[in-house]
Nanobody, 123 residues
Framework: QVQLVDSGGGSVQTGDSLRLSCAAT????????MGWFRRVPGKEREFVSAISFHGGDTWYSDSVKGRFAISRDNGQNTVYLQMNNLTPEDTAVYYCAATRRPAATAESDYLAWGQGTQVTVSS
């Protein structure tokens, strides 16, 4: 089973950028589709982005398309989420997650989760 530790959150202002990282403990990192979700208090976790086994395919929610970029380094067992032009609506706890299902966007499709990292964007 893969274990995930996400990091990189913080408090920023509208228009700023942040890069989240997720380090995986597994010998088979490139066997997993990696995704990012986020949750605002009182709401369900929302799909943000995902990346295929070797990074050739990426998927984004409409709310972040064009502003966020997901990438992975299989040699370092790490997936990243570069977040640009942040707005207060991006404020949430962000979670990385792993699945073996390509193009998975449902929370129930994912096998393992990071502990979450808080992103706060002020206006």
């Amino acid at each position: 089973q893969v274990q995930l530790v996400d990091s990189g959150g913080g408090s920023v202002q509208t228009g700023d950028s942040l890069r989240l990282s997720c380090a995986a403990t597994t010998s088979t990192f490139n066997h997993y589709i990696m995704g990012w979700f986020r949750r605002v208090p009182g709401k369900e976790r929302e799909f943000v982005s995902a990346i295929s086994f070797h990074g050739g395919d990426t998927w984004y929610s409409d709310s972040v398309k064009g502003r966020f970029a997901i990438s992975r380094d299989n040699g370092q067992n790490t997936v990243y989420l570069q977040m640009n032009n942040l707005t207060p609506e991006d404020t949430a706890v962000y979670y990385c997650a792993a699945t073996r299902r390509p193009a998975a966007t449902a929370e129930s499709d994912y096998l393992a989760w990071g502990q979450g990292t808080q992103v706060t964007v002020s206006s």
